[in-house]
C-alpha cells in the first residue's frame, strides 16, 4: 500500500493552505496558452524566455507590471520594424492580436520585483 511520509504531507498542506490564503489560484486567471507553450511557427511560448513569473532575464526583460498598453506597443513595433531585436521581430511576425493582447494583459497583472543586483565593474573586488 502507498503511504505519503508524514513530513510531506504536513509540507503540502502547509503549502496549499499558503497558497489559497495568499489568493494566488483564486484571483489571478489561467496562464494562456500563448505564455505557456506558444503558438506555433515562430511564436514559441513567452515564458520561455521571460519567465512564468515575467521577470525575465537580463537577455530578454522584465515584463511583470509593465503596462499592457507599452507590452501592446512594443509588439507592434517588432512586427513592423520600427524597433530592431535579436527575437522579438520573428516571434511579433506570427503572433496573432489576440494573442498579443492575452499576453499583454498576463504580464501585466504580475507583480514586479527587483531579484538582479547591478554592481558597477569599479567596485567589484
Ligand atoms: C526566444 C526568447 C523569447 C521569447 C520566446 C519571447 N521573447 Fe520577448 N524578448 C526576448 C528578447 C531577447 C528581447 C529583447 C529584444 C530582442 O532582442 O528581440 C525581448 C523583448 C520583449 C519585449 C520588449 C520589452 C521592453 O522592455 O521593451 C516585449 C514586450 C516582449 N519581449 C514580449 C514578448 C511576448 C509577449 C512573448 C510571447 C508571445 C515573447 N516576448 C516571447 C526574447 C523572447
Redesign the pocket.
Known amino acids: 500500500m502507498f503511504r505519503t511520509a508524514p513530513s510531506l504531507t504536513r509540507r503540502t498542506k502547509l503549502t496549499i493552505s499558503q497558497i489559497l490564503r495568499t489568493g494566488f489560484l483564486t484571483s489571478m486567471p489561467p496562464m494562456p496558452k ?2 505557456q507553450h ?2 506555433g511557427g515562430e ?8 519567465l512564468g513569473s515575467g521577470l ?1 532575464h537580463p ?5 511583470a507590471g ?1 503596462s499592457a498598453a ?3 506597443r ?2 507592434a513595433d ?1 512586427k513592423s520594424g520600427a ?7 520573428d ?2 511576425k506570427d ?1 496573432s492580436d489576440d ?2 493582447r492575452q ?2 494583459q498576463w ?1 501585466a497583472n504580475l507583480n514586479q520585483k527587483l531579484w538582479q543586483t547591478v554592481v558597477e565593474a569599479d567596485r567589484v573586488r
Open positions: 500563448v505564455v506558444g503558438a511564436v514559441l511560448g513567452c515564458a520561455s524566455c521571460h525575465g537577455e530578454s526583460a522584465n515584463l509593465v507599452y507590452i501592446m512594443q509588439l517588432f524597433r530592431m531585436g535579436e527575437a522579438m521581430p516571434i511579433s503572433l494573442d498579443a499576453a499583454s504580464f
